[in-house]
């Protein structure tokens, strides 16, 4: 895929959090493009300025300095709200909590079928209703659950709801918060299969968001490894995990459980020590399509 199929891309974002007494630097300039039609994971511990990232990506967030540009358009210029609309409908977000971020009052139609009276797709209430059938079959739900609550389901249900309705606009770009840390790991694998048998059908680009790195490399086509606002690592998903360079991104795979007993007894943590940040710092390509936070020495 060539660099000019680029759908998003993020320059120099930075976001500042302040409080009036505090101020945390929860994305530090970091700097990176998403591919149209592949994934693009991005991984770190909580509080590294993952979900910040992507719900500056989605214009949830104000961005504090940088840009953010979608098919060449910077976003923090999108003012008119037909820009706005059509913005809203190409790019979407799947939330990380299944439960919170769906209307306890509203019915799963209602709830599907909102943005569809938002952006005027339905003419009419059963042509709506045909929609949000066809929504729900598509991420394995009965067309029966149409009517009832978001409390009446589990939680890979609720998160399938979630999937429905980022996917009621047809977008072309989903962000993906954290989807299935909120689930049992044996449903994780059931929805991860749903998004990857999605992105095929429909064609869609995913920022996939999340702690879990075995299940980043799984769905990800490339990888960006996040610590304390700062990108220490980016490249193709099988190439980071299996030659990782950066000692955090080393001590993020260390930790992932074997599913052998007899390999996981053998298996030695890496304790990463972070060091003080320093001037001459940036992401650097050390290999072809692999870069690294470093000096011009390769130093962390």
Excluded at 193 to 210: D, M
Aim: net charge positive; charged share 30%; with cysteine.
């Amino acid at each position: 895929m060539q660099e000019t199929n680029k759908i998003l891309e993020v320059k120099n974002l930075i976001h500042i959090y302040d409080t009036g007494s505090l101020k945390v630097n929860a994305v530090n300039d970091i700097s990176f493009h998403i591919k149209e039609g592949e994934t693009f994971g991005l991984v770190g511990e909580s509080g590294c300025g993952k979900t910040t990232t992507g719900r500056m990506i989605v214009k949830l967030l104000d961005i504090t300095s940088g840009n953010i540009e979608y098919k060449g358009k910077d976003i923090a210029k999108i003012k008119d709200k037909k820009e706005q609309l059509q913005f809203r409908r190409e790019v979407q977000i799947i939330f990380q909590d299944p439960y919170a971020s769906l209307d306890p009052r509203k019915k799963v139609r209602d709830i599907i079928g909102e943005g569809l009276v938002l952006h005027k797709i339905a003419e009419s209430k059963s042509q709506r209703y045909e929609i949000v059938a066809e929504l729900l079959k598509t991420v394995g739900l009965n067309m029966d659950f149409a009517s009832r609550y978001p409390h009446e389901f589990s939680g890979g249900q609720r998160q399938r709801v979630g999937i429905a309705r980022a996917l009621a606009l047809n977008p072309n770009m989903v962000v993906c918060d954290e989807p299935i840390s909120a689930l049992d790991v044996s449903i994780q694998a059931q929805v991860v299969n749903l998004l990857k048998e999605l992105q095929k059908t429909k064609k869609l680009t995913y920022l996939f968001i999340a702690h879990d790195l075995s299940m980043v490399k799984y769905i990800s086509d490339r990888i960006g490894v996040m610590y304390k606002g700062k990108l220490l690592e980016v490249g193709e998903a099988k190439e980071v995990y299996n030659n990782p360079i950066h000692p955090y991104t080393k001590s993020l795979i260390s930790a992932i459980p074997l599913p052998d007993p007899y390999s996981e007894r053998e298996r030695r943590r890496m304790a990463y020590v972070p060091v003080p940040d320093r001037t001459g710092l940036k992401l650097r390509e050390v290999k072809p399509n692999h870069f690294v936070y470093c000096d011009e020495a390769g130093k962390f």
